[in-house]
């Protein structure tokens, strides 16, 4: 077996991410002649083809050669970061996703505290669903992740940050909005806007209603809290939301609280195997800092209870 050399792989990369070998070789600033023949030095190494020329998509085997090529390259830039770090400089991206509620109050505090503490690092950040963001994280698309806990993959391992209290966000004329406080088994039967199957969320919510006895009616199910909440504000229907993405509930709308839900728990989740990067291990260290510093119960935001 020859040597395979990293160009090959970013090349097989580039095919994966752009679509065709065109777009492929001006995203890495060469022509397409040279991506052509780092995929075909690559496929005559490996004994297999990587790309399917008619369709244009990768193969089987060029799309398990490319989470592999992903974690490689995320393991040169932490590389490059650490020895960069001992020389007392700081320096390197950090690509973080987040689900789209934590985002939207958390990363303009990271970004904050981060350009001040450490100005050569830069971060990346993406917000996304637990179900999309965790993949990301397995492949080495992303350094971290900020989602619903618990996640479901081997290949990573998580920590709390968090608590939010889930709330049912309403009409404010509907006859539930007037009694600020309502117990779960009221939502028996109500029609809602319901996280989808197979979610987090959605397990989280289920497993409490089915110990009440309680059947929820879907009126619709998404893949998103975000997405949940901008239709619940539009009219579409109540929702089971959490604090976070209930906190900009508009005039003629009203949050309730729900006896008898659990709160949703919001963690950090990095993959089991490897070392994260110095500027990863910075950015983490100020994650769980500012979120300490921002917990407050009065707007449903809590510490993370022991497990």
């Given at each position: 077996?020859?040597?395979?050399?990293?160009?090959?792989?970013?090349?097989?990369?580039?095919?994966?991410?752009?679509?065709?070998?065109?777009?492929?070789?001006?995203?890495?600033?060469?022509?397409?002649?040279?991506?052509?023949t780092h995929v075909a030095?690559?496929?005559?190494?490996?004994?297999?083809?990587?790309?399917?020329?008619?369709?244009?998509?990768?193969?089987?085997?060029?799309?398990?050669?490319?989470?592999?090529?992903?974690?490689?390259?995320?393991?040169?830039?932490?590389?490059?970061?650490?020895?960069?770090?001992?020389?007392?400089?700081?320096?390197?991206?950090?690509?973080?996703?987040?689900?789209?509620?934590?985002?939207?109050?958390?990363?303009?505090?990271?970004?904050?505290?981060?350009?001040?503490?450490?100005?050569?690092?830069?971060?990346?950040?993406?917000?996304?669903?637990?179900?999309?963001?965790?993949?990301?994280?397995?492949?080495?698309?992303?350094?971290?992740?900020?989602?619903?806990?618990?996640?479901?993959?081997?290949?990573?391992?998580?920590?709390?940050?968090?608590?939010?209290?889930?709330?049912?966000?309403?009409?404010?004329?509907?006859?539930?909005?007037?009694?600020?406080?309502?117990?779960?088994?009221?939502?028996?039967?109500?029609?809602?806007?319901?996280?989808?199957?197979?979610?987090?969320?959605?397990?989280?919510?289920?497993?409490?209603?089915?110990?009440?006895?309680?059947?929820?009616?879907?009126?619709?199910?998404?893949?998103?809290?975000?997405l949940i909440a901008s239709?619940?504000?539009?009219?579409y229907g109540p929702a089971?939301?959490?604090?976070?993405?209930?906190?900009?509930?508009?005039?003629?709308?009203?949050?309730?609280?729900?006896?008898?839900?659990?709160?949703?728990?919001?963690?950090?989740?990095?993959?089991?195997?490897?070392?994260?990067?110095?500027?990863?291990?910075?950015?983490?260290?100020?994650?769980?800092?500012?979120?300490?510093?921002?917990?407050?119960?009065?707007?449903?935001?809590?510490?993370?209870?022991?497990?």
């Amino acid at each position: 077996m020859g040597t395979m050399e990293l160009r090959q792989l970013q090349a097989l990369v580039a095919i994966a991410d752009h679509g065709s070998f065109s777009a492929a070789a001006t995203s890495l600033h060469t022509v397409q002649s040279n991506i052509s023949t780092h995929v075909a030095r690559l496929e005559r190494e490996l004994g297999v083809q990587l790309v399917d020329r008619h369709g244009g998509g990768l193969t089987d085997e060029g799309i398990a050669v490319v989470e592999r090529a992903r974690r490689v390259a995320a393991e040169i830039d932490a590389c490059v970061a650490d020895v960069a770090s001992m020389r007392s400089e700081l320096t390197g991206v950090v690509r973080l996703g987040m689900i789209g509620t934590t985002a939207r109050w958390l990363a303009p505090l990271l970004l904050e505290r981060t350009a001040i503490d450490h100005p050569g690092v830069r971060l990346v950040i993406g917000d996304g669903t637990s179900s999309t963001l965790e993949p990301q994280l397995v492949s080495g698309g992303i350094d971290a992740a900020i989602v619903n806990l618990p996640q479901s993959s081997p290949d990573l391992t998580e920590r709390a940050l968090f608590e939010e209290d889930l709330l049912l966000v309403v009409a404010a004329d509907h006859p539930l909005a007037r009694r600020g406080e309502i117990d779960l088994t009221d939502l028996d039967g109500l029609p809602l806007l319901l996280p989808a199957p197979g979610s987090t969320f959605r397990a989280e919510i289920d497993e409490a209603t089915r110990a009440q006895g309680v059947t929820l009616v879907p009126q619709a199910e998404l893949d998103g809290v975000r997405l949940i909440a901008s239709l619940t504000l539009r009219g579409y229907g109540p929702a089971v939301l959490p604090a976070s993405g209930a906190s900009d509930v508009l005039e003629g709308y009203a949050r309730v609280s729900v006896r008898g839900l659990p709160r949703r728990r919001v963690g950090v989740v990095v993959r089991r195997r490897g070392r994260a990067s110095a500027p990863a291990r910075a950015v983490l260290a100020i994650l769980d800092e500012v979120v300490v510093a921002n917990l407050d119960a009065r707007h449903g935001l809590h510490a993370p209870t022991p497990r």
